[in-house]
């Protein structure tokens, strides 16, 4: 573990984010099966906003090679944690939802009180499902609710009325429950088919005993959890990751304390290339638009409520990247950058927070960062909305511009 040292840079906190999210050429990842593999977990609320998420974090891809990943298997979305629609690979699918799931059962359990929904009800939706993706392939969301109404399942109100609680429960359920899953992409709709082939959770780090909560595999499952969040999202507090996970705060503590003391074990398979490095423990000097010093082995630290965990390797990473960290940046709406955190005060501040979702309702924009700060955000067919502290100058203008056509024509490929 490295000696304690100060790293001082403009905006350190973000420019260090901006590099663990994998968003400069020295951390893009070679694809963007691999671009999701690293951060585990990915926004995948709004369908038109995936694309954009993964070909900025993967070296040279397009729209198509993402509707590559999706119809060739290596990708899926669905609600494996914290109740919000996510993209992961098929390998790490089944042990995720399997290690978290229990945080949302007390809401999962009164929903169906409320809405009437019994075992005997879901299994019949269940078999309903399978059946029909049996006879006709990968299928779209409204031919499944049309299959759900023919069983009698649905009545007729309730499978014509949009946004209807009834039909999304058994929707969000199945796929939680490991049965369905979303993949192939068509237009802006994901289409759904049999998660059972999906490789299972016993493949994942809690080994044969799987990863539910209360096996033996759990507390490796939250440990590799917390290890690919830190690596891909560090610097980071507990309080990110038990709001990224719905994790008490005193289990997501134990989880990063645990990749800490894994990923700096002798036996521990580093490979940059692949972010697999040590973490290491922070603080940052200033809060969260300060610097971050690290903390050696031999500094008495341990968990602690201002304690950051971040990749060992990222302050030497900013040094020999520090023009490219400030570069402008075009993210979609939902981006990790900028939802992946507790507290982004370091991204932007709250007339900015206001800015990105003017209606406070969960709905955001896409967004424009320059040197670590967001300076706009660009509506989906509208014109720039510039933030109230952004430095207009042609230099921004320019460069805004820029990153937009580029990453626009890379979408359109």
């Given at each position: 573990?490295?000696?304690?040292?100060?790293?001082?840079?403009?905006?350190?906190?973000?420019?260090?984010?901006?590099?663990?999210?994998?968003?400069?050429?020295?951390?893009?990842?070679?694809?963007?099966?691999?671009?999701?593999?690293?951060?585990?977990?990915?926004?995948?609320?709004?369908?038109?906003?995936?694309?954009?998420?993964?070909?900025?974090?993967?070296?040279?891809?397009?729209?198509?090679?993402?509707?590559?990943?999706?119809?060739?298997?290596?990708?899926?979305?669905?609600?494996?944690?914290?109740?919000?629609?996510?993209?992961?690979?098929?390998?790490?699918?089944?042990?995720?939802?399997?290690?978290?799931?229990?945080?949302?059962?007390?809401?999962?359990?009164?929903?169906?009180?409320?809405?009437?929904?019994?075992?005997?009800?879901?299994?019949?939706?269940?078999?309903?499902?399978?059946?029909?993706?049996?006879?006709?392939?990968?299928?779209?969301?409204?031919?499944?609710?049309?299959?759900?109404?023919?069983?009698?399942?649905?009545?007729?109100?309730?499978?014509?009325?949009?946004?209807?609680?009834?039909?999304?429960?058994?929707?969000?359920?199945?796929?939680?429950?490991?049965?369905?899953?979303?993949?192939?992409?068509?237009?802006?709709?994901?289409?759904?088919?049999?998660?059972?082939?999906?490789?299972?959770?016993?493949?994942?780090?809690?080994?044969?005993?799987?990863?539910?909560?209360?096996?033996?595999?759990?507390?490796?499952?939250?440990?590799?959890?917390?290890?690919?969040?830190?690596?891909?999202?560090?610097?980071?507090?507990?309080?990110?990751?038990?709001?990224?996970?719905?994790?008490?705060?005193?289990?997501?503590?134990?989880?990063?304390?645990?990749?800490?003391?894994?990923?700096?074990?002798?036996?521990?398979?580093?490979?940059?290339?692949?972010?697999?490095?040590?973490?290491?423990?922070?603080?940052?000097?200033?809060?969260?638009?300060?610097?971050?010093?690290?903390?050696?082995?031999?500094?008495?630290?341990?968990?602690?409520?201002?304690?950051?965990?971040?990749?060992?390797?990222?302050?030497?990473?900013?040094?020999?990247?520090?023009?490219?960290v400030g570069r402008t940046l075009f993210l979609p709406s939902f981006d990790e950058l900028h939802v992946g955190y507790k507290d982004r005060l370091c991204l932007t501040d709250a007339a900015g927070e206001r800015l990105i979702c003017p209606a406070a309702n969960g709905m955001f924009r896409p967004l424009l960062v320059d040197r670590g700060r967001v300076v706009a955000v660009r509506p989906v067919g509208e014109g720039l909305l510039w933030a109230d502290g952004a430095r207009r100058s042609a230099r921004l203008e320019a460069a805004v511009d820029r990153v937009v056509r580029r990453v626009e024509r890379r979408l359109s490929r």
């Amino acid at each position: 573990m490295p000696a304690a040292r100060p790293v001082a840079a403009p905006r350190e906190m973000s420019y260090l984010r901006i590099l663990a999210q994998g968003l400069v050429p020295a951390t893009t990842a070679p694809d963007v099966v691999e671009a999701v593999r690293r951060q585990l977990a990915m926004q995948g609320q709004q369908p038109s906003a995936v694309p954009h998420a993964l070909i900025i974090r993967a070296d040279g891809a397009t729209g198509s090679d993402v509707d590559a990943a999706f119809a060739g298997g290596h990708l899926v979305r669905s609600w494996p944690m914290r109740g919000t629609v996510h993209i992961t690979t098929t390998a790490d699918h089944h042990w995720l939802r399997e290690a978290l799931m229990h945080r949302t059962d007390a809401w999962t359990r009164q929903s169906e009180e409320r809405l009437g929904i019994d075992d005997a009800l879901l299994r019949s939706a269940a078999d309903t499902a399978l059946a029909l993706i049996q006879a006709e392939g990968p299928t779209a969301r409204s031919r499944l609710i049309e299959a759900w109404q023919e069983a009698g399942l649905l009545d007729s109100a309730d499978a014509s009325t949009p946004g209807t609680w009834h039909r999304r429960h058994l929707l969000v359920r199945l796929q939680r429950e490991g049965v369905l899953v979303q993949g192939p992409r068509r237009g802006n709709e994901h289409l759904i088919v049999d998660a059972r082939a999906l490789p299972g959770a016993e493949t994942g780090p809690g080994g044969s005993g799987g990863a539910a909560h209360g096996t033996g595999g759990h507390r490796a499952a939250l440990a590799e959890i917390a290890r690919r969040y830190a690596a891909s999202h560090g610097p980071v507090s507990a309080a990110d990751l038990a709001r990224w996970t719905t994790l008490p705060l005193a289990q997501a503590t134990r989880a990063l304390e645990d990749a800490v003391e894994v990923t700096n074990a002798a036996a521990y398979p580093v490979d940059p290339a692949a972010a697999r490095v040590p973490l290491v423990r922070a603080r940052a000097e200033g809060g969260l638009r300060g610097s971050v010093r690290l903390l050696g082995a031999d500094a008495g630290a341990g968990p602690g409520r201002d304690v950051l965990y971040l990749r060992a390797d990222l302050p030497e990473l900013l040094e020999a990247n520090a023009r490219a960290v400030g570069r402008t940046l075009f993210l979609p709406s939902f981006d990790e950058l900028h939802v992946g955190y507790k507290d982004r005060l370091c991204l932007t501040d709250a007339a900015g927070e206001r800015l990105i979702c003017p209606a406070a309702n969960g709905m955001f924009r896409p967004l424009l960062v320059d040197r670590g700060r967001v300076v706009a955000v660009r509506p989906v067919g509208e014109g720039l909305l510039w933030a109230d502290g952004a430095r207009r100058s042609a230099r921004l203008e320019a460069a805004v511009d820029r990153v937009v056509r580029r990453v626009e024509r890379r979408l359109s490929r």
